[in-house]
């Protein structure tokens, strides 16, 4: 969906604001390896910490993941 005036300045903060966080970063680049992904926290949460050795268990938590993709769904980073 196009955003035009106001919000689409809302629109653009909130995906500055979103790409800030690591955690949102290695998500988004799971997605864009492949756009047909499934999002489930469950599955994201693993594939995190099997694709970026890095990503502590506690931060790739279902529910931590649970909160990233609803804000980068908020911000139109990922489909809803």
Do not use: C, K
């Not at 756009?35 to 050795?53: G, K, V, Y």
């Not at 506690?58 to 990233?68: L, S």
């Amino acid at each position: 969906m196009a955003r035009y005036g106001r919000d689409r300045g809302r629109i653009t903060t909130d995906q500055t604001q979103a790409n800030e966080h690591p955690i949102r970063q290695l998500i988004l680049a799971l997605f864009t390896r492949d756009t047909w992904r499934p999002l489930e926290p469950d599955m994201l949460s693993a594939d995190l910490i099997e694709t970026f050795p890095d990503v502590r268990e506690e931060d790739a938590a279902p529910a931590q993941i649970t909160y990233h993709v609803a804000v980068l769904r908020n911000a139109e980073l990922l489909p809803d």
